[in-house]
């Protein structure tokens, strides 16, 4: 029951975070946000740690996962940016698609998990990631950027190619796919550790830049793994 209790909890943690947008109260919204996709993370490796799974976990996580990033998220993202612009409607298009797409993004993974063919890498952007990344003109609010009054075009654009990347047939990074050499371990923990102390005094502006990152390396990853076949994990 733990692990189900764990995505409920983070269920609870969307439905708040829109609560929160509504009342204006962007910064909790986005840190709420951000603990969802925290606890979407959790909630999968709890179950395997305590070899809890079963199959209405796995429905009930993908249940929250379009909850909280395919649904919460886009109207955090309309409330608080397109809401009171003038391309107000463009912004609701713009968020309708982020969410159609997300669901369909889940569906093609819940169909892929009766594949015989696995693989360590993700097809397209995964629903936490997607959400992460629609974010950003957020992010850049809190960074101090009017994206409301001077860039909300621009911004219902990223918000369209976001969605069109958690759809892609692409292949994209999965941590469970990374290795490193044990030489390289201490390394990889200094920076993880360097990473969270940013995280933590400059959470807007780390994770525009984690963004950033992301996106550059998708490319470089979809076309160092093109012969390789692409199934959900």
Not at 16 to 33: E, G, H, K, P, S
Not at 40 to 62: F, M, N, P
Not at 193 to 201: A, E, S
Not at 204 to 228: C, D, E, G, Q
Request: proline share 5%; hydrophobic share 60%; with cysteine.
């Amino acid at each position: 029951m733990l692990p189900n209790i764990v995505t409920i909890f983070g269920i609870c943690v969307g439905l708040t975070a829109v609560r929160m947008a509504l009342q204006d109260n962007i910064n909790t919204a986005l840190y709420l946000l951000v603990f969802a996709m925290i606890l979407d993370a959790v909630d999968g490796r709890l179950a395997r740690a305590l070899q809890s799974e079963s199959k209405i976990g796995a429905e009930l996580d993908t249940l929250a996962d379009f909850f909280n990033f395919g649904i919460a998220t886009p109207l955090v993202i309309y409330f608080t940016i397109f809401a009171n612009t003038e391309a107000s409607r463009f912004g609701w298009i713009a968020v309708m698609i982020f969410s159609v797409c997300c669901a369909l993004r889940l569906a093609r993974f819940n169909v892929s998990q009766s594949s015989d063919v696995k693989s360590v890498n993700f097809v397209g952007v995964p629903a936490p990631a997607l959400a992460c990344l629609g974010l950003s003109p957020l992010f850049l609010v809190m960074a101090g950027v009017d994206v409301a009054e001077h860039y909300a075009v621009p911004a219902i654009i990223f918000v369209v190619i976001c969605a069109g990347l958690a759809v892609g047939t692409f292949p994209t990074m999965s941590l469970k796919g990374i290795t490193f050499p044990a030489s390289m371990r201490l390394l990889v923990i200094l920076l993880v550790v360097i990473f969270l102390i940013c995280l933590i005094v400059f959470p807007w502006h780390t994770l525009l830049v984690a963004n950033a990152i992301y996106l550059l390396m998708i490319p470089i990853f979809a076309y160092a793994n093109r012969s390789k076949p692409a199934v959900d994990i």
